[in-house]
């Protein structure tokens, strides 16, 4: 059988995302993000096209860099405002039964304590079905938000997100054993103090001492998401997530990444399929590949150069504003640009502009969508499965909801009619539903599992009044 | 028309929340407090009972003064463990559309700029629902968990709350005006960048420099709830609190409190009436009090002593372990059980001993329910609105549901007959619903309205691309 391709619908709780401007289509729902049932609505049509889950980027700060200002995002809706991602979950997990979650939070920012009982508390309410997506954050915007002078250097603040991974992998796996929870009413126990540890941490950023408020959730630590190419957010991928995922780039390049990330991950004793990697992509679907073009040329009737440019230019730090839109692409430019000429054509010899590469992505986005025919949709997603070793796609919204609508209705029963998707979900939590297993938590091999409770005399003093602490 | 009487059904994240091993009563629902339908159930029924909010505590850290270890806390579900109340909410809005939701949140130990977001979120999602009570921690085992070694300060912590208060306002009434988001598909403008402004704060504890993530929610402020009684937290509530509530003890003592928090409030420039005041308490209600009696009996069989000397040890720092339970009270004791023996009784001379006196309040709590047909217990209420002072109750959950299930079925429609309380729900959002007025946002002479941005120069300079800071 060929591979089983996944799903995760890639959303987030703003009006604009990826595809800048595509809120003033007329069709467009995203300015009711601030709606519990506009969230309803997009899970129950993921769930209903068996989606492995509904993926929520975030981001801390406002994107200033263009015209040094974030005048250009406030106009376009370049994901600001924003709002909490956390808490659009609990409402989306009350109307669907399968579905997973996965949700950015911020490492650098958020008390490890506070937010190892967030993760709890959610994968209790969706019975086993979260994840989190670990960011570290880039802006220096959200550094100012946070009483620092400038954001912190990038592979510093992956050292300290190992550390915080640590302080929660310690609070989410060590503190309370499996059966620490007896519910005995007769009893009168609810819970055994013997089996609850108080985690102990002192390192560079966070000192820890404390039992972990919530009782073991079905899954204990979250599925974990990373997205990110970089070298050292290769090497945090390739110990910490078990979901990878990155923006769409030329097959040899996404091969080699896909490639490098499996052997690292088995560098530090995992397996290779103990990685599932996702690809962001957008694919506007028609009933023929005419009816595709005739809505891709609708959609991009509302792409904003501006916003995407003001994305951009925080992401690259470099004010675009500065620069001459219809003048030739210069060098240092073009460098920046370069995955996007890579994507966009071969002919990268071709003299480009700013304006002219932007309007050729076409939606406000330096992203191309794939437009076509749900059987082209098809044969695009198994040839990119194929020959780059990714296992499925993050699917980035366009108009929203119809652009998932569309591809639930067209493009999901092509894939289950080639035996590449599913035709059911299987039971059980999120980590189930993706890699399998009997128990649903992390695999032993997982860095995480470290961090469980090992008991050590069992017949020893009486743990209750002295807690154990897990080093 | 007689004083119309406000209620709270008062509740946790948790199994075990005051009335401590009620968990074990057969009928009692508490262990399903992970589970979505149980949040929706409680929310419907107060709702059926019109009830003003869910009113939901909180507590970071756990309560370990007993025997200097958590392990009682632990064995009775004394607030341990315990979820994130903030994320039960939207369930809990999804299917109601009046009740609103007063959620506890920790100043101490949130970042103000990302539970800004929460706050808005949570507005966004309940249209206008929301209310925080506003809380400062007292718990070593908190400080613990958050890299401190002991706990801030008492007056100092209120001294920093009060900071934290001024950040939360300047982001949430301060940073959007009110016509900011324009929502111009056709002009392709989301926002006005000029009615967008960074707030700036430099103060002892907080530095932030930033726009609020979020875009103005209907009460832009939730409406803001603040315990205690001690004489800075009642200078912090005149200040901040739009509805104040503590636990019971005598009439005399509430009315004296009562006056004085509202003389604080006018001597702030506010009115009287700006603050509503609940008690919080417990009723045991019976189609007749030979009813509600038996129903007494029954679940004082299951009240906790050691989970009631658990939380009250850390309440008032001392170690009852260290205590006989048989001895008389001595005089430090009886001291920081002055309070509960004052409700127990007038004969405060009696020889009282702690497991007297705790089985004197029955159910596992140092509060004392009270007990009566529906009739009685309007009378109760009346009683006490009429001599206190007080607007309403937060009505203490014993076992749940239904506990509340009975007050809404039999006490509401009493209390309707009588005329002290509402009939229908009034439109729009919880303040409005609460104090009436047109905007549904804080009064202009609250001191959160100071923060609003004030437009000083309208044809002065485009504010675009320098963020005006309001200070």
């Not at 769409?248 to 052997?263: F, G, Y």
């Amino acid at each position: 059988m060929p591979k089983e391709i996944r799903l995760n619908a890639f959303d987030m709780n703003s009006v604009g995302h990826i595809q800048h401007g595509m809120w003033a289509h007329p069709r467009d729902q995203s300015p009711r993000y601030t709606e519990i049932e506009y969230w309803q609505h997009l899970a129950r049509t993921a769930e209903r096209g068996l989606f492995d889950a509904i993926f929520l980027a975030d981001i801390i700060g406002v994107y200033d860099v263009y015209g040094a200002s974030p005048a250009a995002s406030i106009r376009n809706a370049v994901q600001i405002p924003i709002n909490d991602p956390l808490l659009v979950v609990p409402v989306m997990a009350a109307v669907t039964k399968h579905i997973g979650f996965g949700v950015t939070s911020n490492a650098t920012y958020e008390a490890p304590y506070l937010f190892a009982r967030r993760l709890s508390t959610l994968d209790h309410l969706t019975r086993g079905r979260m994840g989190w997506n670990i960011v570290t954050g880039y802006l220096d915007s959200a550094a100012r938000a946070m009483g620092l002078d400038r954001q912190i250097e990038h592979d510093n603040r992956y050292e300290l997100a190992d550390e915080y991974m640590e302080v929660v992998y310690k609070l989410l796996e060590g503190s309370w054993e499996d059966d620490a929870v007896v519910a005995d009413r007769s009893g009168r126990l609810y819970a055994d103090p013997a089996k609850i540890h108080a985690i102990s941490h002192v390192g560079r950023r966070h000192r820890v001492n404390a039992i972990h408020l919530s009782e073991p959730s079905p899954q204990r630590t979250p599925v974990l998401y990373q997205a990110g190419v970089s070298t050292r957010g290769r090497a945090f991928a390739a110990k910490h997530a078990e979901c990878v995922f990155f923006a769409t780039s030329t097959k040899e390049n996404v091969r080699a990444i896909v490639r490098d990330v499996r052997a690292q991950a088995v560098g530090n004793g995992r397996r290779a399929e103990d990685l599932v990697v996702f690809l962001s992509r957008s694919f506007i679907v028609g009933r023929t590949r005419k009816e595709a073009e005739e809505k891709f040329a609708d959609y991009r009737a509302y792409g904003s150069v501006e916003g995407a440019l003001a994305h951009f230019a925080s992401s690259v730090g470099i004010d675009y504003a500065k620069e001459d839109l219809d003048a030739p692409l210069r060098h240092e430019q073009s460098n920046s640009m370069q995955s996007i000429l890579e994507a966009v054509t071969t002919r990268s010899t071709e003299q480009w502009t700013l304006r002219k590469l932007l309007g050729q992505m076409g939606l406000g986005s330096r992203t191309m969508p794939f437009v076509g025919s749900a059987e082209e949709v098809a044969d695009e997603m198994q040839g990119w499965v194929e020959e780059t070793g990714i296992d499925g796609f993050n699917l980035s919204r366009v108009v929203t909801p119809e652009g998932l609508e569309d591809f639930v209705d067209l493009v999901v029963p092509i894939l289950q009619e080639r035996g590449v998707y599913k035709t059911a979900y299987r039971e059980g939590t999120l980590r189930k539903k993706l890699f399998g297993g009997a128990s649903g938590r992390l695999r032993e091999s997982h860095v995480g599992a470290s961090y469980r409770h090992r008991r050590v005399n069992d017949d020893g003093p009486d743990h209750a009044s002295r807690p154990a602490v897990v080093s």
